[in-house]
């Protein structure tokens, strides 16, 4: 018994003895079936669990293993190296659309603070720049795409129909006609968003409709001559300029106002911005309505007969005028003379547009011409012949001219680059034409002429990307109740229409010192000089009088300042003159030792 105790106690200590030895000091075959996350310490003493050694090469075995495994204890697979590491590349001409300024390289060393800020700035415009651009090559990817014609065809012998055919059913759609023939012949306007269309015929008739859906807004005879038709701010109004007064409707046909200061209106022009309507009579007035307060701005007597000839600059807001005596007049509601007039044709001034960016204008006379015009240097740097001339000129979002000649409507391509020798593209419609309009955002054609009206499909006329927060097609009526809002509080003055916008940023020092200058002799001082140091009192005694005089005398120098540098400057100039006095007096007679006490003449 006693034998068979210690043999028992034998196997129990060699038990623990391989339980300790595998646990902590094990043999190269125990430590391969150990666990990758398990470490062991070299030596006779273990290692403690709770030990830094211990911690330190158990976290680094664990980020090995997650490695090897991956994420879901799966063994990764090996891939060859990225060939493109990095983020995609970003075209230079779409970064230089987004870039707005350059870069500063001339911040002296010894501005650090400067130096810092500059320096983040700009990477912070980098950014910007990069991730502008490349939002912009991802969200907008819509083009204008431009009809194109098999071998040795002329695009301008394509047939709608043809278009029709080769286009889906929604863009087939966009092509109709209206037959009016009663009531004509009619001009045309399309709202700000594209998504409505107004009608004026000229023996009364006035429609408004959603054109792409067909649905009528609403439907009235004014049983009177309509001259011109325009929308206003929104869908909601519009304006009629009838016989005799300039009416305003809304869009279910109820008159709004009758406005008498405005008679014989012929032409009409809308400002978005400024909700300004500019009209033109045929008293050769030029007037100016705020739509938002229902007022007149102002009332221009232009002195150049009858005006029938009127278009917008998009860009800063000027009307300009076509005369019978060939000039194209340029005019602000801030001035009472014409800002510019140019001499245009040798006839009369048949049609005016100007393009969206402002720079380019195109003329037609009663000379068979059509002339693109530069307004930066008002000069005319592109010259063509009609042969019947162009009685209707439209611009559209993307530059493509048209023109109408009788009851032929002629689209040409890049007017302006390039000279033009064949039209892009050509239809004929059931009678003269009256009025063109390209549609906002689509590629569509509005045509209004003696028969009704015309919507023609014109590839690449519009803007594929439209700004929602300036005109979006597609907003419900709370986003334009919003809009509407928004927009009256953003509105701009019409003190601030000029011939140059980048003007409003500069600074007229000329007149704030003349305007200084004036205040000053007005009122006997200066009220932009700094006033004099004035202690502050303060409390619990502490403000003693001698207290004050010390705190005053610490700043004195400063107030003093001015008048030490004037003096030491009156004194130097004083100075200069003695000496060339003396040397002009030693040099003709001589002076003596008693000089010194003469008294000496005042400068």
């Not at 190269?28 to 470490?39: I, L, N, T, V």
């Not at 029938?308 to 060939?326: E, F, T, W, Y």
């Not at 509407?484 to 010192?513: C, H, N, R, W």
């Not at 200084?516 to 003693?544: C, E, T, W």
Request: glycine content about 8%; some cysteine; proline content about 4%.
């Amino acid at each position: 018994m006693a034998s068979a105790e210690v043999a028992l106690k034998h196997t129990h200590v060699e038990k623990k003895k391989k339980v300790s030895e595998r646990y902590w000091q094990g043999s190269g075959e125990e430590k391969k079936d150990e666990a990758p996350g398990e470490s062991h310490v070299p030596g006779d003493q273990p290692a403690p669990l709770g030990s830094q050694t211990n911690q330190q090469t158990s976290a680094s075995e664990k980020k090995k293993k997650y490695k090897a495994e991956g994420r879901h204890g799966k063994k990764a697979i090996t891939r060859k190296p990225d060939p493109f590491p990095g983020s995609a590349p970003v075209p230079e001409e779409k970064r230089l659309k987004f870039r707005r300024k350059m870069k500063i390289d001339q911040v002296p060393r010894h501005l650090f603070k400067l130096r810092r800020v500059v320096a983040s700035s700009q990477a912070e415009s980098e950014i910007t720049e990069k991730e502008s651009a490349r939002h912009d090559q991802l969200l907008l990817q819509e083009d204008a795409g431009f009809l194109e014609g098999d071998e040795d065809e002329d695009t301008c012998t394509i047939s709608q129909e043809d278009i029709v055919d080769a286009v889906d059913i929604t863009a087939g759609a966009k092509y109709f006609n209206l037959d009016l023939s009663q009531f004509g012949p009619y001009r045309l306007d399309y709202s700000k968003t594209g998504r409505q269309l107004l009608l004026g015929g000229r023996r009364g008739h006035v429609a408004c409709l959603d054109w792409q859906t067909k649905q009528l807004l609403c439907e009235i005879n004014v049983m009177e001559t309509v001259n011109d038709v325009k929308w206003l701010h929104s869908e909601a109004m519009y304006a009629v300029a009838q016989k005799k007064w300039l009416y305003i409707y809304d869009s279910n046909g109820i008159e709004l106002h009758c406005i008498r200061k405005f008679n014989d209106v012929l032409r009409m022009q809308y400002l978005p911005y400024h909700f300004l309507l500019a009209t033109a009579s045929a008293t050769g007035f030029l007037q100016y309505l705020d739509v938002s307060v229902g007022k007149e701005v102002a009332a221009v007597g232009t002195k150049a007969g009858r005006l029938d000839v009127m278009c917008q600059n998009p860009q800063n807001a000027i009307i300009h005028l076509g005369h019978s005596n060939g000039t194209v007049t340029l005019w602000s509601p801030n001035q009472k003379e014409a800002l510019v007039k140019m001499l245009c044709h040798q006839g009369g001034v048949r049609s005016v547009a100007v393009d969206k960016t402002g720079t380019y204008m195109v003329t037609s006379g009663m000379d068979k011409k059509l002339k693109v015009f530069d307004l930066r240097s008002f000069k005319p740097f592109q010259s063509y012949f009609l042969p019947a001339g162009a009685s209707s000129l439209a611009l559209s979002h993307r530059g493509l001219l048209s023109a109408a000649t009788g009851d032929i409507v002629q689209v040409y391509r890049d007017v302006w680059s390039t000279p033009v020798k064949k039209p892009y593209m050509a239809h004929k419609v059931h009678g003269a034409v009256w009025g063109l309009h390209f549609c906002p955002y689509e590629d569509v054609l509005g045509v209004g002429h003696g028969e009704g009206f015309t919507s023609m499909l014109v590839p690449g006329a519009g803007e594929p990307n439209f700004d929602g927060l300036d005109s979006n097609p597609y907003r419900s009526a709370k986003q334009r109740q919003e809009w509407e809002v928004k927009a009256l509080l953003e509105k701009i003055q019409p003190d601030l229409i000029s011939l140059d916008p980048g003007k409003l940023s500069q600074m007229d020092y000329a007149t704030f010192k003349q305007k200084h200058q004036d205040k000053v002799n007005a009122l006997g001082y200066d009220p932009l000089a700094r006033d004099k140091f004035k202690p502050r009192m303060r409390k619990k005694g502490r403000s003693s009088t001698g207290g004050v005089i010390r705190r005053k005398n610490q700043v004195a120098h400063e107030d003093k300042r001015e008048i030490i540098i004037t003096t030491l400057k009156e004194k130097a100039e004083s100075a200069k003159e003695r000496k060339k006095n003396d040397n002009g007096q030693t040099s003709a007679v001589q002076r003596s030792a008693l000089d010194r006490f003469k008294k000496r003449a005042a400068p």
